[in-house]
């Protein structure tokens, strides 16, 4: 059954009065965004190869192709709530990857290409992945942290040369992805599912603790669609849609790609690396692209580049984007320089992404704002003590009702206590947070439980929801959320280090940037290769961008009466 996330509404008023979540019994995630569509030959994805090359894949192909891979991953003995690691860019054996792993019931695990041997170890770990598809570039990585991963079983290599994939020791098989599919076997019957069926764990960084896997259902992308429509002013049915953002995180996998496939829209795929703003005006121009999510980085970067509207050809109408608030000269400089085009700024976090986002059509924008609550989506500003909501203009921590919402999490993966402790019990207007999670069989209902985000934020008198801050130390740096304690833990294995505190500091073109403040052992100086030593390190076993540009020597760290460092003094 086709199914569509509609707004039928000319006002935003009337859009949050009627909307509702009314979606069919035995919805599948893979079905609903490649199988449903009635024109099955209609561009799905336009792909740029990193060699240059173009291809084209129709919804009819993604359909097929990864019914192909859902096929491969049987005969390696997946099945329903098996999880299956996607260590791939923007290429087309990620997206077909996630779409096999829903047919099949299983649950998909997409991590960043970035990820270095602690970080990506971790994650297979915690998870218990059986499988993991990972691109060519990773290949190393894998095959040093496999040995530490008992529950991996397999490896499949996209873009792997067969006859280069040693897997030596290992006691996993090895093989090249393209090799392992057969791509004539193209019938698969999904298996049974529903909205509330698990279908993706994606890994999120808090302040402190290791890394949280958040386990979302097959409805995650419906909750995101009216935001899309939204963000990108009730888009026209035929629209191009581009992002620079890895297909590992939610931004770009729920603000754009999934959301546009639901509506049986085009998306341009490219392994673009390091963001280019020159190239990615070329991208834009070359494929038609009217709609772009864009890291508030991304567009700085591209303000950069002098008279874009005389030199590329754009079809450009309108750019999302969201982790820290937009100015009013990005506001303007769109306006300007893209000949009209609208950047509307939105919220939203993994564990329950978008419910907060502007629509010109509907509202005029407040620079600086992140917008109204989102159709679907009940959105309260409450006490971080008693739970109940704050007056106008106070600041309170953000929390979204539960209920029938697809949009919110299931829990965190392997941590009940964490899931408990974002979890508001009996609504913003009465109660307090929960030790345990009470269920409708407990007597309560889906109603009456809310999830706390731990952003604090104001409303104004116009409903207008304004970013006020973390209730922790969490870094977002060119759009990224880096936990501070997880970047200390590995610089703190330097044996030159005696202790560390890692703080975010403003930046005018990634928002923030990573500072740590190293006290080095006794005797030992803080020099420049010291500094590149511990870069080097946090790239190795992190990620690339969780590497600390500043790095300040000193000879002792401020702390407090119980020797926990002052970072509010690091800054």
Same mark, same amino acid.
């Given at each position: 059954?086709?199914?569509?996330?509609?707004?039928?509404?000319?006002?935003?008023?009337?859009?949050?009065?009627?909307?509702?979540?009314?979606?069919?019994?035995?919805?599948?995630?893979?079905?609903?965004?490649?199988?449903?569509?009635?024109?099955?030959?209609?561009?799905?994805?336009?792909? $740029?190869?990193?060699?240059?090359?173009?291809?084209?894949?129709?919804?009819?192909?993604?359909?097929?192709?990864?019914? &192909?891979? &859902?096929?491969?991953?049987?005969?390696? *003995?997946?099945?329903?709530?098996?999880?299956?690691?996607?260590?791939?860019?923007?290429?087309?054996?990620?997206?077909?990857?996630?779409?096999?792993?829903?047919?099949?019931?299983?649950?998909?695990?997409?991590?960043?290409?970035?990820?270095?041997?602690?970080?990506?170890?971790?994650?297979?770990?915690?998870?218990?992945?059986?499988?993991?598809?990972?691109?060519?570039?990773?290949?190393?990585?894998?095959?040093?942290?496999?040995?530490?991963?008992?529950?991996?079983?397999?490896?499949?290599?996209?873009?792997?040369?067969?006859?280069?994939?040693?897997?030596?020791?290992?006691?996993?098989?090895?093989?090249?992805?393209?090799?392992?599919?057969?791509?004539?076997?193209?019938?698969?019957?999904?298996?049974?599912?529903?909205?509330?069926?698990?279908?993706?764990?994606?890994?999120?960084?808090?302040?402190?603790?290791?890394?949280?896997?958040?386990?979302?259902?097959?409805?995650?992308?419906?909750?995101?669609?009216?935001?899309?429509?939204?963000?990108?002013?009730?888009?026209?049915?035929?629209?191009?849609?581009?992002?620079?953002?890895?297909?590992?995180?939610?931004?770009? $996998?729920?603000?754009?790609?999934?959301?546009?496939?639901?509506? *049986?829209?085009?998306?341009?795929?490219?392994?673009?690396?390091?963001?280019?703003?020159?190239?990615?005006?070329?991208?834009?121009?070359?494929?038609?692209?009217?709609?772009?999510?864009?890291?508030?980085?991304?567009?700085?970067?591209?303000?950069?580049?002098?008279?874009?509207?005389?030199?590329?050809?754009?079809?450009?109408?309108?750019?999302?984007?969201?982790?820290?608030?937009?100015?009013?000269?990005?506001?303007?400089?769109?306006?300007?320089?893209?000949?009209?085009?609208?950047?509307?700024?939105?919220?939203?976090?993994?564990?329950?992404? $978008?419910?907060?986002?502007?629509?010109?059509?509907?509202?005029?924008?407040?620079?600086?704002?992140?917008?109204?609550?989102?159709?679907?989506?009940?959105?309260?500003?409450?006490?971080?003590?008693?739970?109940?909501?704050?007056?106008?203009?106070?600041?309170?921590?953000?929390?979204?009702?539960?209920?029938?919402?697809?949009?919110?999490?299931?829990?965190?993966?392997?941590?009940? @206590?964490?899931?408990?402790?974002?979890?508001?019990?009996? *609504?913003?207007?009465? *109660?307090?947070?929960?030790?345990?999670?009470?269920?409708?069989?407990?007597?309560?209902?889906?109603?009456?439980?809310?999830?706390?985000?731990?952003?604090?934020? @104001?409303?104004?008198?116009?409903?207008?929801?304004?970013?006020?801050?973390?209730?922790?130390?969490?870094?977002?740096?060119?759009?990224?959320?880096?936990?501070?304690?997880?970047?200390?833990?590995?610089?703190?294995?330097?044996?030159?280090?005696?202790?560390?505190?890692?703080?975010?500091?403003?930046?005018?073109?990634?928002?923030?940037?990573?500072?740590?403040?190293?006290?080095?052992?006794?005797?030992?100086?803080?020099?420049?290769?010291?500094?590149?030593?511990?870069?080097?390190?946090?790239?190795?076993?992190?990620?690339?961008?969780?590497?600390?540009?500043?790095?300040?020597?000193?000879?002792?760290?401020?702390?407090?009466?119980?020797?926990?460092?002052?970072?509010?003094?690091?800054?």
């Amino acid at each position: 059954m086709a199914y569509h996330v509609t707004i039928d509404a000319e006002t935003y008023g009337d859009a949050r009065e009627s909307f509702s979540w009314d979606v069919p019994e035995g919805f599948n995630a893979a079905t609903d965004l490649v199988g449903k569509h009635e024109d099955g030959d209609r561009t799905a994805l336009y792909q $740029l190869t990193a060699d240059g090359d173009r291809e084209r894949y129709s919804f009819d192909d993604l359909d097929e192709r990864s019914s &192909a891979v &859902a096929n491969t991953l049987a005969d390696r *003995g997946i099945e329903r709530g098996d999880r299956v690691a996607v260590v791939v860019p923007q290429k087309p054996a990620n997206a077909l990857t996630h779409l096999a792993c829903w047919k099949l019931g299983a649950i998909s695990l997409p991590l960043s290409v970035l990820f270095g041997d602690d970080a990506l170890r971790y994650r297979l770990t915690d998870s218990e992945a059986r499988v993991a598809v990972v691109d060519r570039s990773q290949w190393e990585t894998i095959r040093d942290v496999a040995p530490d991963c008992p529950a991996l079983e397999s490896v499949l290599v996209v873009d792997g040369d067969e006859a280069a994939l040693e897997d030596g020791d290992l006691d996993v098989s090895v093989a090249s992805f393209d090799a392992a599919v057969d791509w004539t076997e193209t019938a698969f019957e999904p298996v049974d599912t529903d909205v509330d069926t698990p279908a993706i764990v994606m890994y999120t960084s808090g302040s402190t603790g290791e890394p949280k896997g958040v386990l979302h259902t097959h409805g995650i992308w419906l909750g995101h669609c009216p935001a899309f429509e939204m963000y990108f002013e009730r888009a026209a049915d035929e629209g191009v849609y581009w992002t620079p953002a890895d297909w590992a995180w939610i931004g770009a $996998l729920g603000d754009l790609l999934f959301p546009a496939w639901h509506y *049986g829209q085009s998306v341009v795929g490219h392994p673009m690396g390091s963001f280019d703003p020159e190239r990615a005006y070329e991208i834009m121009a070359d494929f038609d692209v009217t709609n772009a999510f864009l890291p508030p980085t991304a567009i700085r970067l591209l303000m950069g580049v002098d008279d874009p509207a005389e030199r590329y050809d754009l079809s450009l109408e309108a750019i999302c984007s969201g982790g820290e608030p937009l100015t009013r000269e990005i506001v303007a400089w769109a306006d300007t320089e893209l000949e009209g085009v609208v950047v509307n700024e939105l919220y939203g976090q993994t564990e329950a992404n $978008l419910l907060v986002a502007n629509c010109r059509e509907w509202f005029p924008a407040k620079p600086g704002s992140m917008g109204k609550p989102v159709p679907g989506h009940d959105v309260a500003v409450v006490d971080t003590e008693t739970g109940e909501r704050v007056e106008t203009g106070e600041i309170g921590e953000i929390a979204v009702r539960r209920g029938d919402d697809p949009v919110i999490f299931e829990r965190y993966w392997n941590a009940p @206590e964490k899931t408990a402790r974002v979890t508001l019990e009996d *609504g913003p207007d009465g *109660g307090e947070q929960s030790d345990t999670i009470r269920s409708a069989s407990d007597g309560a209902s889906a109603g009456d439980v809310w999830h706390l985000t731990g952003d604090l934020a @104001e409303r104004d008198e116009d409903g207008y929801l304004w970013f006020a801050s973390r209730d922790d130390d969490l870094i977002i740096t060119s759009g990224y959320r880096v936990a501070p304690r997880e970047v200390e833990e590995t610089i703190l294995e330097h044996d030159a280090v005696e202790q560390v505190g890692v703080v975010g500091v403003p930046d005018e073109t990634r928002g923030e940037i990573i500072r740590a403040v190293v006290q080095p052992i006794e005797d030992v100086t803080g020099t420049d290769d010291l500094r590149g030593e511990i870069r080097d390190l946090v790239r190795e076993r992190l990620a690339e961008y969780e590497y600390p540009r500043e790095i300040e020597f000193r000879d002792e760290l401020p702390t407090t009466t119980t020797g926990k460092i002052r970072r509010t003094e690091l800054r």
